[in-house]
């Protein structure tokens, strides 16, 4: 039971209780399968739909045999049924990276609310895991809070918030970031970077 970090390309993944959080870019696969092969796993959650996250989700639901939950605003984006849009110069870059990469989308996405309580931000949680939707990186971006953890996907990373360019939705972004500082954690747990305490959140009032 617990967080544990495994090793993967693209972003960080985690291993939450028996769920996978993430899966990294499509080289991760193996490598994660390697690091999980004594553990019973019971899904994949995704955090959000962006290409570094979602990369080896088709690849390790059909290994694992499980299913693949997200938010159901994502869930398109990760079938590949529609396009997130990226702004700026690093969007471009991105958009290129995108048509580059060769990636498989899992067969099926069931909605997170299937598994977990699923609040909106401003709401306060109650349960010992529950999802938080905090739209605005992506439409159906969440963290996971368990215990005084925050599984934060890319909301922030070392303590910094995330890259304008990178976001569906900038102002919905910073609403979402404000309104995770009112709940109840000490350590966050980002997509990329290190491991962090909420008092080194920095820049957004
Ligand atoms: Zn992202
Ligand atoms: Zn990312």
Redesign the pocket.
């Known amino acids: 039971m617990g967080i544990r970090k495994l090793e993967a390309k693209g972003c960080n993944v985690y291993l939450l209780n028996n769920y996978l959080i993430d899966t990294g870019t499509s080289n991760s696969g193996e490598m994660i399968l390697k690091q999980i092969s004594d553990e019973k796993i019971d899904g994949i959650i995704i955090t ?1 739909a ?1 290409l ?2 979602i990369g080896s989700a088709g690849f390790l639901q059909r290994e694992l045999g499980c299913k693949v939950y997200a938010h159901e605003l994502d869930i398109p984006y990760i079938l590949g049924d529609k396009k997130l849009r990226y702004s700026g110069f690093l969007g471009i870059l991105v958009r290129f990276g995108e048509r580059l990469f060769k990636w498989e989308p899992p067969e099926e996405v069931e909605k997170i609310d299937k598994i977990l309580d699923v609040f909106e931000v401003g709401e306060s949680t109650h349960t010992d895991i529950a999802a938080l939707h905090t739209p605005g ?2 439409p159906g971006s969440i963290c996971l809070i368990y215990d005084k953890n925050l599984i934060c ?2 909301l922030l990373r070392d303590g910094k918030l ?1 890259n304008k360019s ?1 976001c569906s939705d900038y102002e919905q972004y910073l609403h979402s970031v404000r309104a995770i500082m009112d709940l109840d954690f000490e350590l966050v747990y980002s ?1 990329h970077g290190r491991v962090f305490r909420k008092e080194e959140i920095k820049g957004i009032y």
């Open positions: 959000h962006h570094d996250h990186h992506t996907g890319d995330s990178f997509g």
